[in-house]
C-alpha cells in the first residue's frame, strides 16, 4: 500500500511550489514538481528598447532582484559587442557579492533553519550552557548568559499567550528534529540577529544602485558616476560605508553563519546520504576579472560535471544550439511546428495551451502538470546552484575554492561524497557565501586602487546608440543567480527585441519529466527520503528548502487561481 501526499504550497520560498510524492513503507518513493504560477514575461518584452529590458527582467522577483539585470545587461553587451570600463565590471562585482552574502544569510536563517531547528525545544535550554556553547564555536560577542536568558524570556511569551507570531505553524516537536535545546536556543538568537543584519549590508545596492530592492542597471557599465568630492556622486564617505559594510558582512559570516553550520551539521550526519538526487551539475561561472569575454579570469569558473565526476569538466557553451534547450513534453505550453527542445533563441512563449490546468485535485503526471518549462543540457537533467558551483570549482582546480572546501570537510571530519546530500547542499551555499564576502573585499579594494590611480570611469558610449547596432543581433546574458545558473537569451531586429527568453535557476532545479521519463532536481531528491509522519512531512521540505526555491523566477507572471489544499493524503 502507497500514500500520495500533496504538498502545496511549499513555504518558506519565493513563488508557488506543489510537491506531490508518493510514500511506501516510510519512504518516498516518486515525485513530481509543479510550478502553478503563468509564465509570460518574455511577451511583455517584445518589441521594446533593449537597453530597457533589465528594468522588467529584475521584477521578476523581489528575491533574486540585482542578477536578472546583470544578465539582461549582459545579454544587450553581447548582441551588440560592446565592452565595459573595468570599475563597471568591478561594481558589478561587489553588488553580486553582496547579493549573495544577503541571500545565502537569509536562506539559511529565515528559509531553511527552522527544518533543523525546534523553536520550541529552545524554551527548555539552560541559558548558561547555552552562552558556554555559543563561545566554544564562535567568538560572536552577542553570547552571554543573560542574553540568552532574555531571548528565553521573550520566547516563552510568544507560547504562552498561544501566538508564535513569526515561528507559527511549525512542526514543532517532529522527530526529525534533533538538536540539543542549547544549540536551538542559540540558533533562534542568531535567526533574529540576522533579521537585523540584513537590512544594512544591502545599503550597498543604494549605493551603486540607487535602492533596494531592485537596484538600477546600466547597459555600457555602472548606474553611477565617481567623484570623491561630490555629495550626489560615489564619493569618500560612500566608499567608505561600502568597506565598512563588507567588513561587516565578513564577520556575520564567518562568525555567526558558518559556526552554526558546523553546529548543526554533526546532529543531522544522516541526512548526508539522503537528497543527492541529480549526478550531474551545471555552472555558467562568474565574477570576472579581465571582461567576461576572459573566462579564465572567472572566480566562478564555467563548466559541467556528469555522473559525478570530478575528474572531468566539461566545456559550456550557451550560444551551442544543441546545448542548453528547453522542452515542454510536461508544461502547459504549446510550441509551433515540429516537437520537441527549443534553444532559447528560437524558444517560443505559447499560452495557447488548451487542456486542464490549475486548479486541479491531483497532477496529471502522465501528462503535462506544470507551468515550468523542462531544461536539458545535451539532453542531460542538471543540477544548478551552490553545490554545483562548489563542485565545478573544486573539479576545474581553483585555489579558493578548493580551499574553502577542503577545510570544511576536515571540520566536519567527513569525505567530499558527503556533498552530494541535502546536507552538503545546505553546508555548499555556506562555504561559497565566505568565499564571496571575501571576494567582495577584494573587488572593493580594487576599485579603490582604480581611483587612486585617476580611472574613475564607470561607463562607456561606444555602440551604445542603437544608430550603431547592426540591422539583425543576438546575444546571450549568463550570470550565477545565489539559486543557480542563470541565462537570458535576446534577438534584436530594427533596434528592437524580437525574442526574448529566461532560463533560470529553477526551471532547471524544479521543472517537470522531459519526454524520455528524466526527473529534475527537486524530483530526483526526494526519492529515497523518509517520511516520519505524511501529516507533517518536514523531510520533504527539508530537501527542497536545500535548493532555496524560486519559483517567481521560474514562471515570471502570476495568474490567480483557486485556493487548494495545503496537505491531502490518498491512500491506494
Known amino acids: ?177 534533533k538538536l540539543p535545546p542549547e544549540a536551538n536556543l542559540m540558533a533562534v538568537a542568531h535567526y533574529l540577529e540576522a533579521l537585523e543584519w540584513q537590512k544594512e ?60 553550520v558546523l553546529a548543526v551539521a554533526p546532529f543531522y550526519l544522516d541526512w548526508a546520504g539522503i ?10 561561472g562568474d565574477l570576472p576579472t579581465n571582461g567576461f569575454a576572459d573566462l579564465k579570469s572567472f572566480k566562478f569558473p564555467r563548466g559541467a560535471i556528469l555522473g559525478r565526476n570530478l575528474n572531468e569538466v566539461h566545456a559550456v557553451d550557451p550560444k551551442d544550439d544543441t546545448g542548453v534547450q528547453e522542452f515542454i513534453d510536461h508544461s502547459w505550453y504549446e510550441y509551433s511546428g515540429e516537437k520537441g527542445g527549443l534553444h532559447p533563441w528560437a524558444g517560443e ?59 570544511t570537510l576536515g571540520a566536519l571530519q567527513a569525505p567530499a561524497s558527503v556533498l552530494f546530500s541535502t546536507l552538503g547542499r545546505t553546508a555548499a551555499r555556506a562555504i561559497e557565501s565566505r568565499l564571496a564576502a571575501h571576494w567582495g573585499i577584494e573587488f572593493f579594494d580594487q576599485l579603490l586602487a582604480n581611483i587612486k590611480a585617476g580611472d574613475t570611469r564607470t561607463f562607456t558610449k561606444e555602440r551604445w546608440e542603437p544608430s550603431t547596432w547592426p540591422k539583425e543581433a543576438r546575444g546571450v546574458g549568463c550570470s550565477e543567480a545565489p539559486r543557480g545558473a542563470l541565462a537570458h537569451w535576446i534577438v534584436i531586429k530594427d533596434k528592437k527585441i524580437a525574442n526574448y527568453q529566461l532560463v533560470v535557476p529553477s526551471t532547471w532545479n524544479a521543472s517537470p519529466r522531459d519526454g524520455k521519463g528524466q526527473r529534475s532536481a527537486y524530483e530526483a531528491s526526494l526519492i529515497g527520503t523518509p517520511v516520519h509522519d505524511p501529516q507533517q512531512p518536514l523531510e520533504i521540505i527539508r530537501t ?29
Open 349 to 407: 512563449t505559447n499560452l495557447k495551451y488548451s487542456g486542464p490546468k490549475p486548479p486541479y485535485q491531483h497532477l496529471d503526471v502522465d501528462k503535462k502538470y506544470s507551468w515550468l518549462k523542462t531544461p536539458r543540457w545535451k539532453g542531460h537533467a542538471m543540477e544548478v546552484g551552490p553545490l554545483a558551483r562548489m563542485l565545478v570549482g573544486y573539479a576545474a582546480g581553483n585555489h579558493d575554492i578548493k580551499e574553502v572546501v577542503t577545510e
Open 1 to 177: 500500500m502507497s500514500t500520495r501526499i500533496v504538498v502545496d504550497p511549499v513555504t518558506r520560498i519565493e513563488g508557488h511550489l506543489r510537491i506531490e510524492a508518493e510514500i511506501k513503507d516510510g519512504k518516498i518513493v516518486d515525485a513530481w514538481s509543479a510550478g502553478t504560477m503563468v509564465r509570460g514575461l518574455e511577451i511583455i518584452l517584445k518589441g521594446r528598447d533593449p537597453r530597457d529590458a533589465w528594468a522588467f527582467c529584475e521584477r521578476v522577483c523581489g528575491v533574486c532582484t540585482t542578477v536578472h539585470a546583470l544578465a539582461s545587461v549582459r545579454a544587450v553587451e553581447d548582441a551588440v559587442d560592446i565592452r565595459i570600463p573595468p570599475n563597471a565590471e568591478l561594481i558589478r562585482n561587489i553588488m553580486f557579492c553582496t547579493q549573495y552574502i544577503h541571500d545565502h544569510v537569509v536562506h539559511f536563517y529565515h528559509l531553511h533553519a527552522l527544518d533543523w531547528v525546534d523553536v520550541v525545544s529552545a524554551l527548555k535550554a539552560d541559558p548558561v550552557a547555552t552562552s558556554q556553547l555559543a563561545q566554544k564555536v564562535s567568538k560572536w560577542p552577542k553570547s552571554s548568559p543573560g542574553y540568552f536568558s532574555d531571548l528565553q524570556k521573550r520566547l516563552t511569551k510568544f507560547v504562552e499567550s498561544g501566538q508564535l507570531g513569526i515561528f507559527a505553524n511549525g512542526y514543532w516537536g517532529h522527530p526529525a528534529y
Open 275 to 284: 537528497g543527492g538526487g541529480l549526478e550531474n551539475y551545471l555552472c555558467y
Open 544 to 572: 527542497i528548502h536545500s535548493f532555496d526555491p524560486c519559483l517567481a523566477c521560474a514562471v515570471h507572471l502570476y495568474e490567480d487561481s483557486k485556493e487548494i489544499a495545503r496537505h491531502e493524503l490518498v491512500v491506494k
Open 201 to 260: 549590508i544591502v545599503k550597498i545596492h543604494t549605493i551603486f544602485g540607487g535602492k533596494n530592492p531592485h537596484p538600477n542597471y546600466l547597459v555600457g557599465g555602472a548606474p553611477c558616476s565617481i567623484n570623491l568630492d561630490e555629495a550626489n556622486a560615489i564619493n569618500a564617505e560612500r566608499l567608505a560605508f561600502v568597506g565598512q559594510a563588507l567588513q561587516r558582512g565578513l564577520e556575520f559570516v564567518e562568525q555567526v553563519y558558518i559556526p552554526d
